[in-house]
């Protein structure tokens, strides 16, 4: 699908990159054959129901130091342009880019499966993501409410969970992430991106403001909640010189911790990330793609353990500076409290009345 320059309001990703996984593709042309863009209609977000036999994930990645993942929903209605997870779209036959922010697909007993999971006897417990792919919290958990029915089910069970999201429903749940941070079961993480709302509002279309998420922390964390702002991603040319100001509002918002992550733009991300920037900041989109790239061994795709989180060369280098400069001026001494894996109980038996 193809459209004249202007952006899509509401859409991060301007059209859908071909599937690799497919040797055809569904492609629009225009009505009177001419060979020029054709205005289309930004598409609407449809929802289609998935019953999968297994919801939690092990993480192999030597980048993250949790135990698990677990996604209710494959796809993401907020749109964030430099999305890692817009690849995995491809495995259910869309596209990383329009499709994966319109097209949401809703594991819909991932509750029950979650409880078969942790009943299985050689179960480990260890820090479940919620959500490592797409944000557990994004608009149609408000019908749904698939991620409060998990943390019910982790709450019964005593099972450590570590939340992301940039969503200010996360506050929805406050009474369960009480009950869960009484037992210090519970990390949750606010990603912060930018506080200019014109670029938060090109790069992260369907997201709440950077002002909003402040608050979101702010909330949490006089519920006695530990909270880790997450700065990410950090785009060389786009929002590096952010991070101070990230920092310092994060410090004044209560924030126990603070992380960062650099673009990164693996597969069909990269292009649906480079057709984004040459359309919403032509004026620097040549600065923004080489400093990404520099940062990535001279490609934007970079699947490197170790350093594909923060990058490598000069331009790396000045943000993991101004990150620890701007960490030890303003998050001094915080840190998170460590998770306790004592009470986690299996309940054979007794499951079946969960629901």
């Known amino acids: 699908m193809e459209k004249k320059d202007e952006l899509w309001k509401g859409r991060g990703a301007q059209f859908d990159p071909a599937n690799k996984f497919q040797k055809q593709a569904y492609v629009t042309e225009h009505l009177e054959g001419l060979d020029e863009p054709w205005l289309a209609e930004a598409p609407k977000t449809e929802y289609f129901t998935e019953l999968p036999k297994k919801i939690v994930n092990k993480i192999n990645s030597p980048d993250l130091g949790l135990g698990y993942s677990l996604n209710p929903y494959q796809g993401c209605e907020h749109g964030c342009v430099y ?22 697909i809703i594991k819909e007993n991932a509750p029950q499966v979650l409880v078969k999971q942790l009943e299985n006897p050689k179960w480990e417990p260890k820090p479940i993501m919620l959500a490592g792919n797409t944000d557990c919290y994004q608009p149609i958990e408000a019908k749904k409410q698939l991620t409060r029915k998990i943390l019910e089910v982790l709450l019964r069970y005593k099972h450590p969970v570590s939340i992301i999201t940039k969503n200010a429903l996360i506050l929805r749940d406050l009474d369960l992430l009480q009950k869960l941070n009484a037992l210090d079961l519970v990390h949750v993480n606010i990603s912060i991106t930018t506080l200019n709302e014109e670029l938060r509002r090109k790069l992260e279309p369907r997201t709440v403001s950077g002002k909003k998420r402040l608050e979101v922390v702010k909330q949490l964390t006089d519920a006695g909640i530990p909270v880790n702002v997450m700065l990410a991603p950090i785009i060389p040319a786009l929002n590096d010189y952010e991070i101070p100001e990230l920092m310092r509002a994060a410090a004044e918002a209560g924030a126990s911790n603070a992380a960062y992550t650099i673009v990164r733009l693996n597969g069909a991300v990269g292009a649906v990330f480079e057709d984004w ?6 004026d620097r989109a040549e600065k923004v793609l080489y400093q990404t790239a520099h940062c990535h061994g001279g490609k934007l795709n970079d699947s490197r353990f170790g350093t594909r989180i923060i990058g490598e060369g000069n331009f790396a280098a000045n943000i993991a500076n ?22 986690f109980c299996q309940l054979t038996g007794k499951q079946l009345g969960l629901f």
């Open 277 to 282: 920037v040459r359309k919403a900041y032509p």
């Open 322 to 343: 101004l990150f620890r400069v701007s960490k030890k001026k303003y998050l001094a001494g915080r840190s998170m409290k460590p998770y306790n894996y004592n009470h």
């Open 83 to 104: 999305c890692y997870a817009r690849n995995t779209h491809e495995y259910w036959g869309y596209g990383a880019g329009l499709d994966f922010e319109t097209k949401i």
